[in-house]
């Protein structure tokens, strides 16, 4: 069975970081575009960071960038998702995603993938 594991969520102070990491078993990443989505309750899914096949393209969303940087390490099949100077906002549930034959552009705007991790979540509070 194909699955993606994310990890690394929590409770963390306005200001603070945390490291998301995402672990795939069941395939090889070497072929997928990798995106980190979120979703807070109420809200829909978001596209925050979403990364090529081979790492070379990139994409945030205008709220996250210059904060949050994505990076993937096909050899070991993980894609992690450092964030810094976390707000409140930043409070969701975030999500790794998979998806073939796509433009990082096209899958973080439109929220699309083939796979999806079960998510971990963020909590941004004093």
């Known amino acids: 069975q194909l699955q993606l594991v994310e990890s690394g969520g929590g409770l963390v102070q306005p200001g603070g970081s945390l490291r998301l990491s995402c672990d795939v078993s069941?395939?090889?990443?070497?072929?997928?575009?990798i995106g980190w989505f979120r979703q807070a309750p109420g809200k829909g899914r978001e596209g925050v960071s979403c990364?090529?096949?081979?790492?070379?393209?990139?994409y945030y969303a205008g709220s996250v960038k210059g904060r949050f940087s994505i990076s993937r390490d096909n050899a070991k099949n993980t894609v992690d998702l450092q964030m810094n100077s976390l707000k409140p906002e930043d409070t969701a549930v975030y999500y790794c995603?998979?998806?073939?034959?796509?433009?990082?552009?096209?899958?973080?705007?439109?929220?699309?993938?083939?796979?999806w991790g079960q998510g971990t979540q963020v909590t941004v509070s004093s």
């Open positions: 995603a998979a998806r073939r034959l796509t433009t990082v552009q096209a899958m973080c705007v439109r929220s699309l993938s083939d796979y």
């Open positions: 990364i090529s096949s081979g790492g070379g393209s990139t």
């Open positions: 069941g395939f090889t990443l070497d072929y997928y575009a």
